[in-house]
């Protein structure tokens, strides 16, 4: 038994050890980062013939390993409706993911998660010697975990995005509202705001120069709009882009829609400020009840407890 639990041992570390290999051999080197930007700083051209060789046979390798590893791993978690593939789509989409090979980078992960996870609870249940019932119970539930993990992942990534992106809009909606007074298109005016907007609020500049790339590209402005309403998957993002439509549709002002849609996004966020700042009072009970009541109950009545017993102690004719 001990022989096999030092097996078992080395083959766990085996296995950690090789997946911390691989995932260093593809890591970004911090010197090639700092390098790069000295470079850039002094005005040097890169001498970097050999290293844009090994870059790109780096990124060679790794498309080589993904292209024979994906096809393996999404299989247990392949979506079979064409429905389900689109909606994971725009879910990626919606986290920033726009890349060709998102979806099935996201379900190989899945199941490598599952695969890992499984790996590491067969390890513990083997060196806690449990029995044959709880071991698979055990492994079941690391697998499922690893299963979970990308789309706990993915939900949280799409909701901070959105909260970026709906804390740009009154500004971005602004400079839209300035642009478009001062002779602007409409067109040029999503540039130019996306432009300025890249350092502030870098995810919503970034979807407002996809909007400007497809119009560019002859794709009709209401289409690239409702786009951007896919993409981004707010509320307050599909008002703003009919509001738009309907302006250009019946020939009103485009400046005064998109001021009076800033006002309102403006009172909106400012209310759900002030809903979050009421709720603090009902969130607090928890701690104080739980944490700090008690320690002040004991500073406070905590003498006087032991002063009672004391007494109580010293006359047991009280009792």
Known sequence: MPIMNSTMYILAAMVIVSIVLVVYAFWPKPSDENEAIKRRMTGRRSQSAVHELRKQAKESVAKKVFDTVAPIAIRPSMKGDAAQMSRLRVKLSNAGLRGENAPTTFLASKTIMAV????????????KGSTFENGIGIIMIGAGLGFLAPNIWLSSAVSKRCEKIRNGLPDTLDMLVIS????????????????????????LSEELQL???????????NEALGNLSTRTGLDEVRS??????????????????????????????????EERAQKTTVKLMAPLILFIFPAILVVLAGPAALKMIEALGNTPGLL
């Open 116 to 127: 890992l996870l499984a790996i590491i609870a067969a390890g513990y249940v083997w060196t």
């Open 211 to 221: 909007v400007t790339m497809e119009s560019q590209m002859g794709i009709p402005r």
């Open 180 to 203: 478009v007074e001062s002779g602007l298109g409409l067109d040029a005016a999503f540039q130019r705001v996306g432009e300025e907007m890249k350092k502030v609020h870098p995810a």
């Open 240 to 273: 703003l882009v009919a509001i738009i439509n309907q302006a250009e549709r019946f020939g009103t002002s485009i400046a005064k829609a998109l001021r009076n849609q800033s006002d309102a996004l403006r009172v909106k966020r400012r209310q759900a400020a």
